[in-house]
């Protein structure tokens, strides 16, 4: 029996919002918060927990106590995505409900709008908004656009034409209560999220219900995993045949769609695009920088490996004009690069509350420092501010990075000091774009303030002899208002003579890293570590020597290994698992928190996130006693503190912590206790309070030199 925790609300609310959920409460969390912040339209909230864990639960119950309009039903067993939008329906009764996945951010007036676009015909039974990751209703985030002002700017130059569309995707899926009253529920045989929907569609139309989109209202789809489905081959005839009238309309659809896309005039209307130059103009133009080019050809022709491998490469031949044209869209969206934000940057959106503009050297290979800088945007957008990247680098796929706006990339240093956004202030977070950018920026935008954010003491990458090396130290002097993430590199900047730095310490996503996994109490154990052997203050050869050893030693344990993509290529002395390079930080938390214990050799770093990820997921660590991250590691309390040099004592820490399990249940009461201190969200509260306190005090600056007449 379905256990409920439902409110009593007002009868007359005329929309029901259903949500299933189990446990990704990173997502969910800001979900929540976005329909609270961005709904006008009254609703009530149907949260459907299909199996979450008591953490996500224990965050989840917060809401419903607080809002009288959010319920929340708690399946008996995990019934899958589908039977759970059949419990929401059954529980609605309102005349429109919608079909939400947690992973949606939903934008101002989203409610209103694909009510109204509902309202437009009698016959429109289903309803999707426009949005960035989703087949026939996507359109990417130009450059500069954060989802509000995508939003407003979607709203503001739609055409509200409602076209018809083969399949509704159920990120965010409006229905009329008339429709269901007609066709019923989703087929209870089919528990594949996709596939029933598809069914669904199929079976509104052959009813005579129109499946449309809302083109004047846009939802955020948040990329990396769903809810995990049980696989169920269809039971039922009807569903099949179904499936076979759908693949076929969906086809035909599918390149109608192609042909005379209902929504090119809204892109090019946000992303304007240069004038047609041809192909090999592009591909040899002056302004192309070269190493991009040899990214999108080296990606395409990857791509092309992996297709001969599955299909062979007869088909490949067969696909070559696909293939070409793929290759002259990747070639002219490099080339496009530099042309577009000529044309657009000025016009930009106005900025929402402050703007910020983080200047970003390598946005394509993730670390701790990339990590905090993308939190800090989310959050400052998600509190009603604007942020943007900037970053002359090669931009990763969009889904890696899951940011509440896009990255605007520059061909140079030149263009971007040029064709710089309107900002309040700019944050340098590398040495290079405090020495090399930010003094051509302020040069043609005297009115930017600056701010140095150091993530660590850069100068120690590099040999004493190295220019480099005296280049980071000249970069402190060139930003007067600089922000520290440990008392560590304060006392660094000290001992330069700068003695104002503001010390603000990372944090971590707590609806993230959390405990997931029972761990086994005995063998084998699992020792867990990230591996970056192109970075030789990570202590990689120390690391690989400490394992061998424990291999060597011990039968009892599996190493873990993640963070590089190239690791196969090595022959290491011991057998492992290696996870790759990982951009989802969820996978992460499930790898710690399912380890016995997490090793840092690294033999120094400004803060050290990988220590603390650890504790928040219960996983007791051994970390060295060199860096920044003695701000939170302390020695027998909440971690072990090894020599970075010395592998007889991480060995010898290891074992403590694997064969003394009183040792290792303080340490994991420790680390949590510890972990708690440290949120994402206070953060960036601390960094935005510092930014409008400057801001305010240039102002006041301001007004006091101006003449009065």
Same mark, same amino acid.
């Given at each position: 029996m379905m256990?409920?925790?439902?409110?009593?609300?007002?009868?007359?609310i005329c929309s029901d919002i259903i949500l299933p959920f189990c446990n990704e409460l990173s997502y969910l969390r800001y979900c929540i918060e976005s329909i609270l912040k961005n709904t006008r339209y009254p609703y009530r909230l149907f949260l459907i927990d299909d199996g979450s864990d008591e953490y996500t639960k224990s965050k989840v119950k917060i809401y419903r106590e607080k809002f009288e309009h959010i319920s929340v039903y708690t399946n008996p067993a995990r019934l899958g995505y589908v039977m759970s939008c059949n419990i929401g329906l059954k529980l609605s009764r309102a005349?429109?409900?919608?079909?939400?996945?947690?992973?949606s951010y939903l934008l101002p007036g989203w409610l209103d709008k694909m009510v109204k676009c509902a309202k437009a015909d009698e016959k429109i039974g289903i309803v999707n908004p426009l949005t960035n990751a989703i087949a026939n209703s996507s359109i990417a985030i130009p450059p500069g656009f954060t989802i509000y002002t995508m939003s407003e700017r979607i709203a503001k130059v739609s055409k509200r034409r409602y076209p018809n569309i083969a399949t509704a995707w159920e990120f965010c899926m409006l229905m009329k209560r008339s429709m269901l009253n007609?066709?019923?529920l989703f087929d209870q045989y089919c528990n594949n999220e996709s596939g029933e929907i598809a069914v669904f569609c199929t079976k509104a139309a052959i009813n005579g219900w129109r499946v449309?989109?809302?083109?004047?209202?846009?939802?955020?789809?948040?990329?990396?995993?769903?809810i995990t489905e049980d696989s169920r081959s269809p039971k039922n005839k009807v569903s099949f045949f179904l499936r076979l009238i759908h693949y076929y309309k969906y086809k035909k659809h599918r390149h109608e769609f192609i042909q005379n896309n209902p929504f090119r005039y809204i892109s090019e209307t946000l992303l304007p695009i240069s004038p047609k130059t041809s192909f090999f103009k592009t591909l040899f133009a002056k302004n192309v920088k070269f190493s991009r080019l040899v990214l999108a050809v080296t990606d395409l022709l990857k791509n092309g490996v992996i297709y001969c491998r599955n299909r062979g490469l007869y088909e490949l031949k067969k696909n070559k004009k696909e293939m070409y044209r793929k290759l002259r869209e990747e070639i002219n969206k490099v080339a496009k690069g530099s042309r577009v934000y000529r044309e657009y940057v000025e016009n930009l959106p106005a900025p929402q509350g402050i703007s910020v503009a983080f200047l970003v050297s390598n946005i394509h290979s993730i670390s701790g420092g990339l990590i905090s800088v993308l939190q800090f945007v989310n959050e400052f957008i998600h509190r009603g501010h604007t942020a943007y990247i900037v970053t002359c680098?090669?931009?990763?796929?969009?889904?890696l990075l899951n940011l509440y706006t896009c990255p605007i990339r520059y061909m140079n240093q030149q263009e971007m000091a040029k064709f710089f956004p309107k900002t309040d202030i700019v944050v340098a977070t590398y040495w290079t774009t405090a020495f090399?950018?930010?003094?051509?920026?302020?040069?043609?935008?005297?009115?930017?303030? #600056?701010? *140095?954010? %150091?993530q660590d003491f850069e100068s120690f990458f590099y040999p004493e002899e190295d220019q480099d090396r005296k280049k980071v130290i000249e970069s402190y002097s060139f930003i007067p208002d600089k922000i520290v993430v440990s008392e560590w590199l304060s006392s660094k900047l000290r001992e330069l003579g700068y003695q104002d730095v503001i010390k603000i310490t990372p944090g971590i996503?707590?609806?993230?890293?959390?405990?997931?996994?029972?761990?086994?109490?005995? #063998?084998? *154990?699992? %020792?867990v570590?990230?591996?970056?052997?192109?970075?030789?203050?990570?202590?990689?050869n120390i690391l690989i020597e400490v394992l061998k050893s424990l291999h060597k030693e011990r039968k009892d344990i599996e190493i873990i290994l993640f963070g590089t993509e190239d690791l196969s290529s090595r022959e290491l002395p011991f057998s492992y698992k290696d996870y790759g390079k990982i951009w989802d930080r969820n996978i992460i938390a499930e790898i710690y928190s399912s380890s016995h214990v997490l090793i840092d050799v690294s033999t120094f770093q400004g803060f050290g996130l990988p220590g603390l990820e650890a504790m928040a997921c219960g996983t007791p660590v051994v970390l060295t006693n060199v860096g920044g991250i003695t701000e939170y590691a302390k020695d027998g309390v909440n971690c072990l503190m090894v020599n970075p040099n010395d592998i007889k004592s991480i060995v010898d820490a290891i074992e403590a912590i694997l064969d003394n399990p009183s040792l290792r249940k303080k340490l994991i009461k420790g680390g949590r206790n510890t972990a708690q201190k440290f949120c994402h969200r206070g953060e960036a509260e601390k960094m935005l309070n510092i930014f409008l306190e400057q801001l305010e005090g240039k102002k006041k600056q301001s007004s006091s030199l101006t003449p009065r007449m």
């Open positions: 256990m409920s925790s439902a409110k009593m609300v007002n009868s007359h005349e429109y409900i919608v079909l939400l996945s947690s992973h007609d066709i019923g449309v989109v809302a083109d004047d209202a846009f939802v955020f789809h948040q990329y990396f995993g769903t680098d090669y931009e990763p796929d969009p889904k090399q950018w930010v003094p051509k920026i302020i040069k043609r935008n005297p009115t930017v303030f #600056p701010f *140095y954010y %150091i996503n707590l609806d993230i890293f959390y405990p997931r996994k029972f761990k086994k109490n005995g #063998p084998p *154990y699992r %020792i570590s990230i591996a970056r052997p192109h970075d030789m203050r990570r202590g990689f």
